[in-house]
């Protein structure tokens, strides 16, 4: 839920299996648990959070839930609970167990990664980028000759509003996850 959905205890709430809830309900199951408050900048990257062991911990995880809210695989809907923490820069390269190397797979999504002729390829969008700290994921060439690298906003569908209201604006919006 946002700031101003709690502030007013009125909205929908999402939970990590994906379901939707009245924010009046979350409250009313969140009287019980132990409350986090997870910080986000102005593009909406969770403040950060290094570690330095292997294993994503569960707070990295926690934090990945209210920013990739599920598989970051475009077109992908998976919720976070049925998501691994994928380490975006692969681990035995020197990748570190940090937020910003981290992002949702669900398994099936997960398994498409390789590095091979065949396989997908996930890096994070760069602060010039409309969406920094993103994960964008880069097709192989016989899905897209240009292997353009796509977002998913399966999860994030005021995204796809915005871009709407800017089309309708008459505005052209970037292409940067054509089909
Ligand atoms: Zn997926």
Redesign the pocket.
Known sequence: MTLDQLEEAAGVATTATGGRIPVSDALKMAEKTRPWLAIFDHAGRPLHLGRTSRLASGEQRLILIPFDRG?T?PR?D?PPSL?AVHHVKDWVEGGETDIDGETF??D???ALITKTETGWQTIKADDDHEFPGRTLWIPPKHIDPEQKPRINHCHHPEELLDRAIEAANGREPPDDDAA
Do not use: I
């Open positions: 598989c695989k992908c998976k998501c797979a669900c099936g999504c997960h």
